[in-house]
């Protein structure tokens, strides 16, 4: 078994866990409202920290920011994207906002850090830790825009984005080496919970949706094929022509090739958006991603 698809394989397992936990009734509406901010406030803020501050690769300042600059491009052509496959598909316009922000948002941070490791190995934490800095400044901004119709500065500077502004900064400084053990300690112990957590949110919200459903919108299909092949495949043919490391290339590919970032649902349970279609374009681009994602892989290494 390959580790991209292993990697995948156990992620997918924490979604069935949070489905059957709802269903039991172990796990409640208000529980996973709570699972969610814990999720994006302690949790991603560690597992963020610690793979920089854990990160042997050396970087200059130019290169760390050209490197961000290719990572924002990559969700910037996810949306343009979108925003095409919704427009030519006259997608509903209580659905728009959630398609969009499914194309810009790939699951970089709960997926796309583990099975990066999984893929390409230690050499790559610091270049998958600097994709989500963008993430983190585009999702909580624009991306709860599309989402809820609004977003505010109390918004953006979530946690998770300060600490990645605060992690890259540590490394930039040259302090990363230089850092107590007990706070990579502290971080890789928080951070270990991210995934999981944000699987078991994605799992327990499905569990009130109707699984016929989820089968019955034509629109899925189309959209599944570019938010897995499409805006990778693309950014891949623009890096071409780009000079950086093989490595930072495969990472960035590797990222847009992810499924639907689990914000979708987690920020939608939040802020009041669309959550039931999230949860069901978050549910069938993870299942896909159990055979994409090994393909992509394969490609990469």
């Keep these: 078994m390959s580790a991209a698809l292993h990697q ?3 992620i997918f397992v924490g979604l069935v866990a949070g489905f059957f936990l709802r269903k039991r009734g172990i796990l409640s509406a208000t529980g996973t409202k709570e699972l969610t901010a814990v999720t994006l406030n302690i949790f991603l803020p560690g597992m963020l920290l610690v793979n920089i501050l854990s990160n042997t690769t050396e970087m200059k300042t130019g290169d760390v920011l050209f490197f961000l600059a290719l990572s924002t491009g990559m969700y910037l052509i996810g949306l343009i994207l979108g925003k095409l496959f919704a427009a030519v598909t006259k997608a509903p316009k209580a659905d728009k906002g959630v398609y969009e922000f499914g194309a810009l948002a790939s699951n970089a941070g709960f997926m796309g850090i583990p099975v990066c490791l999984a893929v390409f190995g230690s050499k790559c934490s610091l270049y998958a830790a600097l994709t989500n800095i963008p993430f983190n400044l585009l999702t909580f901004s624009l991306g709860v825009y599309l989402l809820a119709g609004k977003a505010t500065l109390k918004r953006i500077l979530n946690p998770s984005f300060i600490t990645s502004i605060i992690g890259v900064a540590i490394y930039l400084l040259g ?18 919970a991210t995934t999981v957590c944000a699987m078991v949110v994605i799992g327990s919200t499905l569990a009130t949706v109707p699984l016929g459903s989820i089968f019955k919108e034509w629109r899925f299909i189309p959209y599944l094929i570019l938010r897995l092949f499409g805006i990778a495949a693309v950014t891949y043919l623009l890096l071409r022509f780009v000079n950086i490391p093989q490595i930072a290339k495969a990472v960035i590919v590797m990222m847009a090739a992810m499924p639907v970032a689990t ?4 920020l939608s349970n939040l802020y009041g958006g669309n959550t039931t279609l999230a ?3 978050v549910f069938l681009s993870h299942a ?12 990469l290494t």
């Design 8 to 10: 995948t394989i156990v």
């Design 175 to 192: 302090f990363s080496q230089k850092m107590p053990a007990i706070i990579t300690d502290i971080a890789s112990f928080l951070g270990q």
């Design 263 to 266: 914000n979708a649902t987690m």
């Design 279 to 281: 949860s069901k374009i």
């Design 288 to 299: 896909l991603a159990i055979v994409t994602i090994p393909l992509w892989g394969a490609f």
